[in-house]
């Protein structure tokens, strides 16, 4: 298959300074400023694939959005090389500048109080786009993402979900090759995110563009995505399938449920956790292998009124391994302690 994006090495640091608290310290500073060197993307060799949809996540500070900057240009690599489509990014060339979009989540592309209408006709005439075919385009993805009737509304006047449609509708308008969504669903209510992971979905599958999403909603990923990238400190520490990811972890499933008897005392249950005294319901995740013991246990202790069992959220498996890769980067720790 043809490679959208390859990097080499990519490499991105800042320095930072050092500022001592108080007056004196701060004068002292003109003179003697003590500096700080930050990797924020250690050097990162990928390939990416025309048509894959990249699902690119880690916690904050993890260096997603640096990457994200460096790959669309707007910033420079300390060291490294990237191409994009065949570009440099940082030569930020129009002819490469109309096939890729970024979108950037909380930040607004288009202008503030405007409403999105007219900010689509200016973006069409920046990406010299045909009027009447920018026109139309407009009409077939305000149609698809459910918000027509918002197009004629000051930017300022919209809600964040449907602000977040605008921006999209402009992040495509070009139809791009290559498309970054940063945090496309932030802050968005469950409905809202519904519609514009169906509508990504629905639109990548039509015109097989290349995406690298990032998301601190896993629904995002484990949604949409065909590749999971995950990053820790600046490095990607697992590339692979997100069932492969998954499949990697220990099984675990929520056990929530009530009984009708509370226990005097503490009661250790099947060595998984202590059922304290007087509780009346118990919500655990636990390994799946463990739940049998632990429904056996429970039922020594008192009659079970309701219970359900639930499969672990991805976003909980995403958690467990950024902290078993943590304590495994802690100096002085090994894989065994």
Known sequence: MTANIETKDLTRTYETYMKAQGLLKSIEGLWARKTELKIAVHPTTL?????????????????????????????????????????EPTSRKPEFLKKISILLGQKNQLWWDLPPADSYDLLARIYEIDRTKARERVRELSELLQCTQQLQTQLRRLSLGERMKMEIIGSLLHQPEVLFLDEPTIGLDIIAQTTIREFLAKYVHERNPTVILTSHYMDDISLLADRLLLMSQGRIVYDGSVKEFTGRQEARQTLSLKILNPPAHNTNIANQFTLEAGALAVKQDLPAHAIGDVLQALMQVSPIQEIKIEEVEFEDVIRSFMEQDARLRTPGRSPTT
């Open 47 to 87: 390939r990416i694939d025309k048509g894959q949809i990249v699902g690119l996540v880690g916690s904050n500070g993890a260096g997603k959005t640096t990457l994200l900057k460096l790959l669309s240009g707007l910033i420079h690599p300390s060291s490294g090389s990237a191409q994009v489509l065949g570009y």
